[in-house]
């Protein structure tokens, strides 16, 4: 049974800087694809990165730069690096699976946790 847990989120101020983690359990890191999703009040769901079973991470165009994906198998957690966060990065962040080769922002991902809120001011 997969479980995603994430955690990290919190108030930090524009120019500021945060880290998420999502705590992965049930789930070999072999042949995955892992993402990070968010989505603020009254808008879409957005794709935000993804890394896949080779290391290979796809970023949205709005945080390229300023956020960065990685993982370690070791402790089965996924990580998103944020820096230089503006008001727009401002949602609820998820972290998702899914048992795929393929992995992009817009795969369908099967496992999602159930969210740890980013507010920039």
């Known amino acids: 049974h997969v479980q995603l847990v994430e955690s990290g989120g919190g108030s930090v101020q524009a120019g500021g800087s945060l880290r998420l983690f999502c705590a992965v359990s049930?789930?070999?890191?072999?042949?995955?694809?892992m993402g990070w999703f968010r989505q603020a009040p009254g808008k879409e769901r957005e794709g935000v990165a993804v890394?896949?079973?080779?290391?290979?991470?796809t970023y949205a165009d709005s945080v390229k730069g300023r956020l960065t994906i990685s993982e370690d198998s070791a402790t089965n957690t996924l990580y998103l690096r944020m820096n230089s966060l503006k008001l727009e990065d401002t949602a609820m962040y998820y972290c998702?699976?899914?048992?795929?080769?393929?992995?992009?922002?817009?795969?369908?991902?099967?496992?999602w946790g159930p969210g740890t809120q980013v507010t920039v001011s």
């Open positions: 049930g789930l070999s890191y072999s042949r995955n694809c």
């Open positions: 890394i896949g079973s080779d290391g290979t991470t």
């Open positions: 998702a699976a899914e048992r795929s080769w393929l992995c992009t922002l817009s795969l369908p991902f099967a496992y």
